[in-house]
């Protein structure tokens, strides 16, 4: 089994940006298809981005696209989003999850199997 440990959240004020870094440990021997999502309190979990194992496929969410950057490193076992413009409407905590059965492309939502933590965001007007 692996486990995601996400760091680099913290506050922030609109217009600027955040790097958030999600480290995987333990069945690391192949790559994951990741992704990242977030939950603004009292609301649903949401999709943010999503990128494939080797990180030639992403899919980004039409409420961060053209602000939000995933890379990933897959060395390092890490997986990264970079979030620039932020807006008040960011915050909220964002989990890092892998998909571990998806091998082509970005995983769809529900197979996402394994979930950080999470780090919270907070976005300041």
């Known amino acids: 089994q692996v486990q995601l440990v996400e760091s680099g959240g913290g506050l922030a004020q609109a217009g600027g940006s955040l790097r958030l870094s999600c480290a995987a440990s333990g069945r690391t021997d192949s790559s994951y298809a990741m992704g990242w999502f977030r939950q603004a309190p009292g609301k649903e979990r949401e999709f943010v981005v999503g990128?494939?194992?080797?990180?030639?496929?992403?899919y980004y969410a039409d409420s961060v696209k053209g602000r939000f950057t995933i890379s990933r490193d897959n060395a390092k076992n890490t997986v990264y989003l970079q979030m620039n413009s932020l807006k008040p409407e960011d915050t909220a905590v964002y989990y890092c999850?892998?998909?571990?059965?998806?091998?082509?492309?970005?995983?769809?939502?529900?197979?996402?199997?394994?979930w950080g933590q999470g780090t919270q965001v907070t976005v300041s007007s």
């Open positions: 999850a892998a998909a571990q059965r998806r091998r082509v492309g970005v995983a769809r939502r529900d197979e996402y199997d394994v």
């Open positions: 990128v494939s194992r080797g990180g030639s496929y992403t």
